[in-house]
């Protein structure tokens, strides 16, 4: 079954202790990103990485790195966790389309709601 | 830049009330649009798509057609269920590249 895991799903933690979710997908895909959801803002992208150790910045990484040793694995990795980062996060894969539309559709992993207390 | 918007919810409607989730972008180039779901405590999950101007995608009783004149893509339901209280994202994707650029995400609420 073609999926998208991400662990842990739930994790509470204080402020500064480092922290790593890790991302992993099963269908081979080149591009792999993180997101995270807050109200009334979507989704935003942290960062993403289009193939293993090609990784670059979205619209909010401040805070944040990541890493993509082999092209199935894509952790997230909070150095220094503050509570502005409390938030839902999402691991998604793709890969790039084939004929003229050349889009094909995101999988998401199931979330990690993250606490920094 | 590309931006997308939808309408501010959260939206609460009787079972088998007619269900319309308004989507507007603006994209630097030619954009494919999608509608995204997520449950409570899930994912996200690809609920339709559309690719070119006037393609309408459809899935589970849910229709959005892409339409290029008013940069829209509004989802609607004729009638719905109770499974169908989620969250609900419109998002767009340029041609050729990855990112996906989300909506701020519409909950609904469907009532017995």
């Known amino acids: 079954e073609a999926q998208v895991t991400q662990n842990p799903r739930y994790l509470i933690t204080v402020t500064g202790k480092k922290l790593t979710v890790t991302c992993s997908q099963n269908m081979n895909h080149e591009y792999m990103s993180w997101y995270r959801q807050d109200p009334g803002l979507g989704l935003r992208q942290i960062y993403y990485?289009?193939?293993?150790?090609?990784?670059d910045k979205g619209d909010v990484p401040e805070g944040y790195k990541v890493s993509r040793k082999e092209k199935r694995n894509f952790p997230l990795i909070l150095e220094s966790p503050s509570p502005n980062q409390t938030s839902l996060y999402f691991c998604?894969?793709?890969?790039?389309?084939?004929?003229?539309?050349?889009?094909?559709?995101?999988?998401f992993g199931q979330g990690t709601r993250l606490t920094v207390v | 830049g590309n931006s997308v918007t939808q309408m501010e919810g959260p939206v609460t409607l009787s079972e088998e009330a007619f269900l319309t989730i308004n989507c507007t972008y603006t994209a630097t180039g030619y954009p494919s649009l999608f509608w995204y779901v997520q449950y409570p405590g899930e994912g996200l999950q690809l609920l339709l798509k559309?690719?070119?101007?006037?393609d309408k995608g459809s899935n589970k009783g849910f229709e959005a057609t892409y339409r290029k004149e008013t940069t829209s893509f509004h989802l609607e339901k004729g009638s719905v269920q109770v499974s169908d209280s989620a969250v609900y994202f419109c998002a767009l994707i340029l041609r050729g590249d990855y990112k996906l650029s989300f909506g701020a995400g519409t909950t609904v609420t469907v009532r017995a």
């Open positions: 990485s289009m193939n293993v150790e090609v990784t």
């Open positions: 559309a690719t070119k101007a006037d």
């Open positions: 998604a894969s793709s890969s790039r389309g084939r004929g003229r539309n050349g889009n094909t559709e995101a999988f």
